[in-house]
């Protein structure tokens, strides 16, 4: 089963292998995003994800439904948390199973990086000192496509 | 015509709020965004931004109808 969901709850890795098994994959890759406790020389305490919760959903399931057209893979899934988090949490999770290795962490890697670029979900980093900001990095041009 | 605006992260800051209906006479996102810029205080430039209408990733000249759903998508920053 593959897709990309928004969780305003802690992610149920399990879940998500579980919707992994098949017996045609010998491979299976995952990715655990976490919350770090530190970002550019600052220290964070902890930091809150907003999304445009219908545009990210469709621009997730079409960043899976891309990879699973580009990939030799069987499924790929992608959860990604909003709300409130704290250091360590997990943030995103990704789980891709194909038949061989090499497309299976390929995919992986493709799938956090385009679901990083596109798709409009939102970091606020509350930092030790007491300052806090939304994070805006600047990857100009911002529309832009491979 | 009237648009729903939808605003995340630091556009909403700025905006004071996460969503607004307006009343203007911008027939596309350019110049809708010119207007709430002016507005706002918003200090991206358009080439920073994407826009979405209805929920669906679009360009800067397209038309808008009245009641269209509208948001002006800042630099993300998931994962």
Known sequence: MSGFRLADAAIDVHAGLRALDDPGSGACVTFEGRVRDRNEGRGVLRLDYQAYPALAEAEGAAVVAEALVRFEIRAATAVHRVGALAVGDLAVWVGVSAGHRDAAFAACRWIIDEVKRRVPIWKNEHYVDGESGWLHPDNSPVGARE | ?79
Do not use: K
Not at chain 2, 55 to 66: E, K, N, P, Q, Y
């Open chain 2, 1 to 79: 015509m009237r648009y729903r605006l939808l605003y995340f992260a630091s556009l909403a800051d700025l905006a004071g709020r996460s969503s607004e209906d307006v009343q203007s006479t911008a027939a596309d996102p350019a110049a809708l965004y010119a207007e709430l810029a002016e507005c706002h205080g918003f200090t991206f430039a358009p080439t920073r931004l994407r826009v979405a209408v209805n929920g669906a990733f679009t360009d800067w000249s397209h038309r808008l109808a009245d009641g269209d759903e509208v948001v002006f998508i800042p630099p993300v920053s998931g994962g």
